[in-house]
């Protein structure tokens, strides 16, 4: 409990720092609320991809075909849409294909999730290893339906995913909410969040305490796949297209993300409001260089230097609280 407190002071410290820093060298700008509103807009994609990436590394895994997923999940979505809809079509019929389209576009990211807990659970193959595979196999999958072209052109119905505003807050705002609240009260509140810390602490323990260690890495990655999806449509909407390498730049970001949040390499550890408070942070850091014109190439190295500070950081409180026990 207390390392879960320290490491959470340190993210709200490094996050008023943040905020008062960009405040300071962007002036009122920064805080406006159209620049604000543009941060709800571009949260989201990596936000949903670093949950779907946490949830695996609590049980000492990872998932590096999150992107490879989301792309082909986009790609099987816009797919039904260019063909059945036309993109300035608006009523139930377009509505209800566009629904259509969305749910097969989940069921691809499902099913590709379900690939890689049977791999990891059933064949036991290493995390790393098999969602490698999948990655490249779900690329290559990918390029030949599009043939390396981006398709483009969606119909209105599903642009609101996107782009769509609800009292005023982005629509991909509330969507990664209402994902970060559903993994909160999964991994707080029901046996599976349980055994996925355990399994993650120690999976010999686990296994002889009476827990099914295939089913939890099943449901496990089936979760971060349907995350994937559904981060997928998100980009999709936002984007008005798909194609088979978009956000690849993502996929260590949401392990930065991860581990800058609290989430251990090793398993075990971590919590949404953590990475929730990273990814803030990471998002403050980008809009506030962004304002100033700076290389995006240095925000990167940026955010690199900020991990680095927060793991040193976390090592010096935790050797503190070891050699200073209350």
Same mark, same amino acid.
């Not at 002036?27 to 941060?39: A, D, L, P, R, Y």
């Not at 294909?97 to 097969?104: E, N, Q, R, T």
């Not at 098999?130 to 398709?151: D, E, F, N």
């Given at each position: 409990m207390a390392r879960k407190n320290s490491e959470t002071i340190i993210l709200g410290v490094i996050l008023l720092a943040v905020l008062g820093l960009m405040w300071a060298l962007?002036?009122?700008?920064?805080?406006?609320?159209?620049?604000?509103?543009?941060?709800a807009f571009q949260l989201p994609e990596l936000g949903i991809l670093s949950l779907a990436m946490m949830i695996t590394m609590l049980t000492s895994g990872i998932n590096l075909s999150i992107i490879a997923s989301a792309n082909l999940s986009a790609i099987t979505a816009a797919l039904i849409l260019t063909n059945f809809v036309a993109p300035d079509a608006s009523g139930m019929g377009p509505m209800a294909?566009? *629904?259509? *389209?969305?749910? *097969?576009g989940l069921s691809v990211s499902a099913l590709i999730g379900l &690939?890689?807990?049977? +791999?990891?659970?059933?064949?036991?193959?290493?995390?790393? /290893? *098999?969602? +490698?595979?999948?990655?490249? +196999?779900?690329?290559?999958?990918?390029?030949? &339906?599009?043939?390396?072209?981006? +398709?483009?052109? /969606?119909?209105?119905?599903?642009l609101f995913i996107g782009n769509g505003l609800v009292a005023g807050i982005p629509m991909p705002m509330i969507l990664f909410i209402l994902c970060a609240a559903f993994m909160a009260v999964v991994l707080n509140h029901t046996p599976l969040g349980n055994y996925i810390y355990m399994i993650g602490s120690n999976p010999v323990a686990c296994f002889f305490a009476g827990v099914n260690n295939t089913a939890v890495l099943f449901r496990t990655y089936l979760i971060s796949g349907v995350y994937s999806g559904i981060a997928a449509m998100i980009m999709m909407s936002r984007f008005n297209s798909a194609k088979a390498d978009y956000g690849e730049s993502y996929l260590l970001m949401t392990v930065l993300a991860s581990v800058l949040g609290g989430v251990s390499a090793a398993g075990g550890f971590g919590r949404v409001s953590g990475l929730v408070l990273a990814l803030i942070i990471l998002q403050l850091v980008s809009s506030g260089l962004n304002l100033l014109n700076v290389n995006p190439f240095l925000t990167i190295a940026i955010w690199g230097m900020i991990l680095i500070l927060v793991m040193v950081v976390n090592y010096l409180s935790a050797r503190y609280q070891e050699t200073h026990p209350r």
């Open positions: 962007n002036g009122s700008q920064f805080v406006q609320f159209e620049n604000i509103q543009s941060m294909i566009a *629904a259509g *389209a969305v749910v *097969a &690939l890689n807990g049977f +791999l990891i659970a059933v064949v036991e193959v290493s995390p790393i /290893l *098999a969602t +490698l595979g999948t990655m490249i +196999l779900m690329k290559g999958v990918s390029i030949v &339906l599009t043939r390396g072209y981006t +398709l483009s052109g /969606l119909p209105e119905p599903i």
